[in-house]
């Protein structure tokens, strides 16, 4: 537990000093396609929906999700994205930003019918990941729909592993603008690993696998 505490200090770390440029990941010009099509499917999935995000980082994600849900309550733990967040254009009562674990979700509200977890999942250590399942389904409605965002590895776009731990965690080195590196947790997980994750608590799974990321979306049993 005293290591994961660990992981989770360097990694809020990590996302504090990066707040300011966290959004330029968004700018690689061979994602742009992805990435658009991303923009059009979120909002899509959760038209009149009230939606739990977890780790919503800066809002970019939230924004989007906001223009269509009822309404988007938006986690993370790091208070210094969370003010970038808040001065994202969003009408007026469509989203509200707070300060939560994402793993435990102490805080949240419960009764969402609807949850979207964007780049959060492959920071999780894989001894977490059970933890944090069980913690999001007892935050949303049955049968609420949830989706899951992330990475997938792609040699020549994607940040090199640099190492990998004896629980089978990747980790990569990543460098600030101003210089300093840190060593940031970061998982690509196979499908039926995905699938096996959520099998628990999902109904009707299914997984949109594209060049750079994957989407999965599933409904609440």
Known sequence: ??????????????????????????DKPERQH?????????????????VLEVACGTGYWTQYIARTAKKVHACDIN?????????????????????????????APSGCDA???GFWWSHVKKGEL?????????????GALVAILDNKYVEGSSTAISRRDSAGNTYQKRR?????????????????????????????ARLEELAYYWLLVFTLR
């Open 176 to 204: 600030l603008a101003n210089g300093n590196e840190y060593e940031v947790l970061k998982n690509f997980p196979t499908a039926p690993e995905l699938t096996q994750a959520v099998r628990g608590i999902a109904h009707d």
């Open 130 to 142: 059970a933890r944090f399942v069980e913690s999001l389904a007892r935050r949303l409605e049955r």
């Open 34 to 50: 992805e990435l658009e099509w991303l923009r059009r499917r979120l909002p899509a999935l959760f038209r009149d929906k009230t």
């Open 79 to 107: 208070e210094a994205v969370l003010e970038i967040a808040r001065e994202k254009r969003i009408a007026p009562g469509r989203a509200e930003f707070f300060k939560a674990d994402a793993i435990s979700l102490e805080g």
């Open 115 to 117: 949850a979207f977890a």
């Open 1 to 26: 537990m005293a290591d994961s505490r660990s992981v989770t200090s360097r990694l809020e770390q990590y996302y504090s000093k990066r707040a300011a440029e966290y959004e330029l990941i968004y």
